[in-house]
């Protein structure tokens, strides 16, 4: 018995030791999230931009960095990477600038914000190198401001002009008897085409191929001008399909040298003057986030709001711009006495009609009260202009897309699909002729068609008020351009549907001018995820995300999305942009 009791309680105090051991473990894993160590930049710096990663408006980061992991995947937000571009200009500890130039995932907007600090940066006087495989185009626009381009011998430069491609399901839709039942606003509104057409319409082509044009043109003349080439000769090479290989990129003088990834490193190891055998001090942006202060500070506030993703009613999920949720963060901002200006960036193709107007509606508050500007990302159309056309001063950039003034819904009849082909009828009773109104199951009456197409163009001629009272143009001017069509920001500032080309900067200038101040701060919101919130968010959206990924492919990955954007806006009034557009 005596040696029963003496195993027992030999094995409880090792439970309890190692109890003790696995609190003490976990109680320092909390004490290093929530006070992780600040990194340190180091001597001879070089601040790594990599133009592969996406860059949202706001920070995007590894929830296991802060466990102590590698934080090279916290992806920093765009107007964050800006402004670390902009403090390592005057950080005497960062030598130059690397790109990376292998992707670039991003839109035109958001390289321009890009290309834009770095030539800010360039004005330093410091290097910028860019080095990549295989530079697709749109990396090869942020990166013909680097002071030399590098290219693998065995790798080569994309140079073949843009191209656009849309999916259409009109003949899948036939064979499963499935009826869309459209109803839109706008002969431009394409974004019911692939549902009823089985091909590009004239008019969709018609404004496809302008707003393509005006970024290859935006392509092409910043190239000749960095470059000091002619770009007659750029659109022949694209033409004539002349750069083929590393070494026509070289010979057309697009870039400066054909390296090896270790010959780049060997020369920017000459060029630091660090020992051929010691590593290069590259900082990530993620890294250089963490280590440097650069955010301003000052005795004013300005908000600084970041509205991206779908418009959607109610509070909304991670990136989408629910009305409640920003309804709240615009009257928060409005309601703060110390708040001096309010900046709502967005980046969105629109969603919701009563979102839309919801959003609309508190900022028009808000203006009463405070300057109220509104900066343009990769895109700002349709319903995401609605809420934005009655700001005090819209910013835009070239690469923004934006307008699509028009109206649409998709009421599916789906009676055929579920009798043919699920042997599946429907039957009921009502107490009124109309108390099953706008039902699925069968074909929408002559009176309901009329019913829903009167909403529509009730909601399409709300949106030009809104537009023309907004914009301080005549409706009728309104309607000219509006009817669904998209421009580019440089052809929407020509027609008075935004006032200035600018950066986010700018439009925070902007503010802070018609505020009267020039000593402030940026209170920037909706608020960073707690790190419990950021974990599980992670791994349920990329493990969902790779499970169809790697099911179907990227292709048809991104053919599932569009389905299940279609799916979405069943029997809801949209303003949203036409189109999904990738161009390649």
Not at 546 to 569: F, N, P, S
């Amino acid at each position: 018995m005596r040696g029963f009791f003496k195993t027992f309680f030999a094995a409880l105090l090792a439970l309890v030791a190692f109890s003790i051991v696995i609190l003490f473990v976990i109680f320092t894993i909390i004490g290093g999230i929530l006070s992780p160590a600040k990194p340190t930049v180091g001597s001879k710096a070089v601040l790594v931009v990599d133009l592969g990663r996406s860059y949202k408006e706001q920070m995007v980061d590894n929830p296991l960095s802060d466990l102590g992991g590698d934080d090279e995947y916290d992806v920093p937000g765009l107007y964050d990477a800006v402004r670390l571009i902009r403090h390592a200009k005057t950080d005497t500890a960062i030598k130059g600038i690397y790109l990376k130039c292998n992707n670039d995932p991003n839109g035109f907007a958001t390289n321009e914000e890009l290309r834009t600090a770095l030539m800010d940066f360039k004005e330093s006087g410091k290097f910028i190198y860019a080095y990549g495989e295989n530079i697709p185009q749109k990396a090869y626009y942020v990166a013909n401001v680097a002071n030399v381009i590098y290219c693998n011998p065995k790798g080569g430069l994309e140079w073949k002009g843009f191209a656009t491609e849309m999916l259409y399901l009109k003949g899948a839709l036939q064979k499963l008897e499935i009826e869309p039942q459209i109803f839109y606003a706008g002969k431009f509104k394409s974004a019911t085409e692939p549902l009823r057409e089985d091909h590009m319409t004239d008019a969709n082509r018609l404004q496809l191929t302008e707003l393509l044009n005006d970024f290859y043109n935006r392509l092409l003349t910043s190239t000749a001008r960095a470059r000091g080439l002619d770009t007659t000769v750029l659109r022949k090479c694209a033409n004539e399909s002349l750069i083929r290989r590393a070494s026509d990129a070289l010979q057309y003088k697009l870039i400066d040298g054909l390296r090896y990834d270790d010959e780049v490193k060997d020369e920017l190891r000459e060029t630091l003057k660090v020992d051929k055998h010691k590593w290069l001090n590259f900082v990530t942006l993620g890294k250089y986030a963490k280590a440097v202060n650069y955010k301003a500070s000052g005795k004013d506030k300005i908000a600084l709001i970041y509205a991206e993703g779908e418009v959607v009613d109610g509070k909304g999920e991670r990136d989408e711009i629910g009305s409640e949720t920003y309804r709240w963060l615009i009257r928060k901002a409005r309601f703060d006495k110390d708040i001096k200006a309010i900046v709502i960036r967005v980046n969105s193709g629109g969603g919701s009609s009563l979102a839309s107007e919801n959003i609309w509606r508190e900022i028009s508050l808000a203006k009463k009260e405070k300057p109220v500007v509104v900066s343009f990302g990769d895109v700002a159309a349709s319903g995401a202009y609605y809420l934005s056309c009655n700001a005090d001063s819209i910013f835009a950039l070239p690469g923004t897309i934006t307008g699509s003034i028009g109206v649409f819904t998709i009421i599916p009849n789906l009676q055929s699909f579920f009798k043919n082909k699920l042997g599946v009828t429907f039957d009921g009773v009502k107490t009124a002729p109309e108390a099953d109104m706008l039902n699925s199951t069968r074909p929408l009456t002559a009176y309901e068609r009329t019913v829903v197409q009167n909403e529509i163009d009730t909601i399409y001629h709300d949106f030009k008020s809104r537009v023309a009272d907004g914009r301080k143009k005549d409706i009728g001017y309104v309607d000219s351009i509006a009817q669904g069509r998209v421009w580019s920001g440089t052809l929407g500032l020509s027609l008075g549907l935004v006032d200035r080309i600018g950066t986010l900067q700018d439009a925070i200038d902007c503010a802070a001018r018609l505020a009267k101040t020039h000593d402030y701060e940026l209170v920037e919101s909706p608020e960073p995820k707690s790190f419990l919130e950021r974990l599980m968010g992670a791994w349920k959206r990329n493990t969902s995300m790779k499970a169809v990924k790697d099911e179907i492919g990227e292709d048809g990955y991104r053919t599932y999305t569009t389905l299940k954007k279609v799916k979405g806006m069943i029997g809801v009034t949209q303003t949203r942009l036409p189109f999904d557009l990738t161009i390649e």
